[in-house]
C-alpha cells in the first residue's frame, strides 16, 4: 500500500537544493556520472570508504521512471472519512489485533524502554505495509536515492540520505542488494528513509544488525525511538491538538495521515 499514499517519506521530501548543491544537479541523465563521481569524493571527506562507497555505487545509473513518479507525485485529496474508510478495514484491525497479542510481551518491553504505547506502533506497522505483507522491493534504494540526489529539485535533501544509505552499508546493517524497497527510497516494514533508519533504528534483538526489512523487534523499537526522539510523552494523550499527535505528524505531516494513525490506536484500546 505504498502509492498507496506514500507514507511516512511521502511528506518530507520537500527539501529545496542550496545554491551549492545545485551547481552539478542536472534535471536530465547526461552529467549523472560525474555528479556521482563528485558525491563519492564527499562521501570519501565524510568518513565512507573506498571499499564502501565501491561495493554500494558500481554500476549504478539514473533513473528516469523514478523521476517520472516523482514528478507525478499528488497530494492527499481524500477527506479523513474517505482515507480512513479506505485504509482501515475490518482486516486491518484484526490483523493489529492478532499482531499485538502475538507479540505482547515484545511490545511491553518496548513501551517500558521509549515509552510509546503498543496502540500507536502496531497502527503504524499496519499501514505502512500492512505488517510486512505490502513492503515494495521493486527499486533498488541506492540508485533511486541517487537519481534523486541528482535531481535539481530536492538535490540537497536526497544527498543526505544517500550519504546516510552508505553508512547503513558500511555499518553493514544491510548490503546494497538487500537495499530494495519504493522508488523513494523508503525501507523495510515501516518506510524508514535511509537518513531515519541511520539516525533512529536499533539493533532490539541483539543479532548486532539494526534490521528493518525482517527483525520485528528492530522493526517495533525502532520506530519507538523515532517517536521518542521526536518527543513522544509517556503516559500522555496522541488526540489531535495534543504534543503527542505533534509527534504523529513529524510521522507524517498529512492531516489525513496523522489522524488515521490515532483513531486506529483509539480503536486498539
Same mark, same amino acid.
Given at each position: 500500500?505504498?502509492?498507496?499514499?506514500?507514507?511516512?517519506?511521502?511528506?518530507? #521530501?520537500?527539501?529545496?537544493?542550496?545554491?551549492?548543491?545545485?551547481?552539478?544537479?542536472?534535471?536530465?541523465?547526461?552529467?549523472?556520472?560525474?555528479? #556521482?563521481?563528485?558525491?563519492?569524493?564527499? %562521501?570519501?571527506?565524510?568518513?565512507?570508504?573506498? /571499499?564502501? #562507497?565501491?561495493? /554500494?555505487?558500481?554500476?549504478?545509473?539514473?533513473?528516469?521512471?523514478?523521476?517520472?513518479?516523482?514528478?507525478?507525485? +499528488?497530494?492527499? +485529496?481524500?477527506?479523513?472519512?474517505?482515507?480512513?474508510?479506505?485504509? @482501515?478495514?475490518?482486516?486491518?484491525?484484526?490483523?493489529?489485533?492478532? +499482531?499485538?497479542?502475538? *507479540?505482547?510481551?515484545?511490545?511491553?518491553?518496548?513501551?517500558?524502554?521509549?515509552?510509546?504505547?503498543?496502540?500507536?506502533?502496531?497502527?503504524?506497522?499496519?499501514?505502512? &505495509?500492512? !505488517?510486512?505483507?505490502?513492503?515494495?522491493? +521493486?527499486?533498488?534504494?541506492?540508485?533511486?536515492?541517487?537519481?534523486?540526489?541528482?535531481?535539481?529539485?530536492?538535490?540537497? !535533501?536526497?544527498?543526505?540520505?544517500?550519504? /546516510?544509505?552508505?553508512?547503513? @552499508?558500511?555499518?553493514?546493517?544491510?548490503?546494497?542488494?538487500?537495499?530494495?524497497?519504493?522508488?523513494?527510497?523508503?525501507? =523495510?516494514?515501516?518506510?524508514?528513509?535511509?537518513?531515519?533508519?541511520?539516525?533512529?533504528? @536499533?539493533?532490539?534483538?541483539?543479532? =548486532?544488525?539494526? $534490521?528493518?526489512?525482517?527483525? @520485528?523487534? $528492530?522493526?517495533?523499537?525502532?520506530?519507538?525511538?523515532?517517536?521518542? =526522539? *521526536?518527543?513522544?510523552? /509517556? =503516559? %500522555?494523550?496522541?488526540?489531535?491538538?495534543?504534543?503527542?499527535?505533534?509527534?504523529?505528524?513529524?510521522?507524517?505531516?498529512?492531516?489525513?495521515? %496523522?489522524? &488515521?494513525?490515532?483513531?486506529?490506536? $483509539?480503536? #486498539?484500546?
Amino acid at each position: 500500500m505504498r502509492a498507496r499514499v506514500l507514507a511516512a517519506a511521502f511528506i518530507v #521530501l520537500a527539501a529545496p537544493a542550496t545554491p551549492g548543491s545545485a551547481k552539478s544537479c542536472g534535471n536530465t541523465g547526461s552529467g549523472f556520472a560525474a555528479w #556521482l563521481s563528485g558525491f563519492e569524493e564527499r %562521501a570519501q571527506a565524510a568518513g565512507i570508504s573506498q /571499499a564502501t #562507497l565501491s561495493r /554500494a555505487l558500481s554500476g549504478v545509473t539514473y533513473d528516469r521512471n523514478v523521476i517520472g513518479r516523482d514528478r507525478s507525485q +499528488k497530494s492527499f +485529496k481524500l477527506s479523513f472519512e474517505q482515507f480512513y474508510a479506505r485504509r @482501515v478495514g475490518s482486516s486491518l484491525l484484526a490483523s493489529a489485533r492478532s +499482531k499485538m497479542k502475538t *507479540h505482547a510481551g515484545l511490545l511491553s518491553r518496548i513501551e517500558k524502554r521509549y515509552g510509546v504505547p503498543k496502540e500507536i506502533l502496531v497502527s503504524i506497522w499496519g499501514l505502512e &505495509t500492512n !505488517f510486512g505483507r505490502d513492503g515494495s522491493g +521493486k527499486y533498488s534504494i541506492i540508485r533511486s536515492i541517487a537519481t534523486l540526489a541528482y535531481d535539481c529539485r530536492r538535490s540537497e !535533501f536526497f544527498t543526505g540520505h544517500l550519504m /546516510a544509505a552508505m553508512r547503513i @552499508v558500511q555499518r553493514g546493517d544491510m548490503s546494497p542488494s538487500e537495499m530494495r524497497g519504493g522508488w523513494a527510497g523508503e525501507i =523495510g516494514q515501516v518506510q524508514f528513509l535511509p537518513g531515519s533508519y541511520d539516525k533512529y533504528a @536499533v539493533d532490539f534483538d541483539g543479532d =548486532g544488525r539494526r $534490521d528493518l526489512v525482517r527483525s @520485528v523487534p $528492530d522493526i517495533l523499537a525502532s520506530t519507538a525511538n523515532f517517536m521518542k =526522539g *521526536h518527543g513522544w510523552k /509517556a =503516559g %500522555a494523550s496522541w488526540q489531535p491538538g495534543s504534543a503527542n499527535y505533534g509527534v504523529i505528524k513529524d510521522w507524517n505531516r498529512a492531516e489525513v495521515y %496523522a489522524r &488515521t494513525i490515532s483513531v486506529m490506536a $483509539d480503536r #486498539l484500546q
